[in-house]
Nanobody, 117 residues
Framework: QVHLVESGGGLVQAGGSLRLSCAAS????????AGWFRQAPGKERELVAT???????NYADSVKGRFTIFRDNAKNTVYLQMNSVKPEDTAVYYC???????????WGQGTQVTVSS
């Protein structure tokens, strides 16, 4: 079992930056792939970025060049650095973890990010 807790959300102006954190407890987090997802009001949840147990990353086209996902396995934490944010980035952001190549089994409770124009 892995327990995930997100933090770092809040209100930011367009063009600004925000860093989300996802702290994991339970089983060895370094053995799991991790990802960030988001869900805006009235929209389906969408993938934002993923990272393997190593350093291979993948991004949604809408955030490429602006967001960076990285992990610190010593701290059992995965991060999402959000730069040059836009109002359309407003959403609840969720952290997830799962076995490499498998579904995301564990999910956090989400953290709200609101970007003002």
């Amino acid at each position: 079992q892995v327990h995930l807790v997100e933090s770092g959300g809040g209100l930011v102006q367009a063009g600004g930056s925000l860093r989300l954190s996802c702290a994991a407890s339970g089983r060895i987090f370094s053995q799991y792939a991790a990802g960030w997802f988001r869900q805006a009001p009235g929209k389906e949840r969408e993938l934002v970025a993923t990272i393997t147990t190593g350093i291979i990353t993948n991004y949604a086209d809408s955030v490429k060049g602006r967001f960076t996902i990285f992990r610190d396995n010593a701290k059992n934490t995965v991060y999402l650095q959000m730069n040059s944010v836009k109002p359309e980035d407003t959403a609840v952001y969720y952290c997830a973890a799962g076995a490499t190549g498998g579904p995301y089994t564990y999910w956090g409770q989400g953290t709200q990010v609101t970007v003002s124009s």
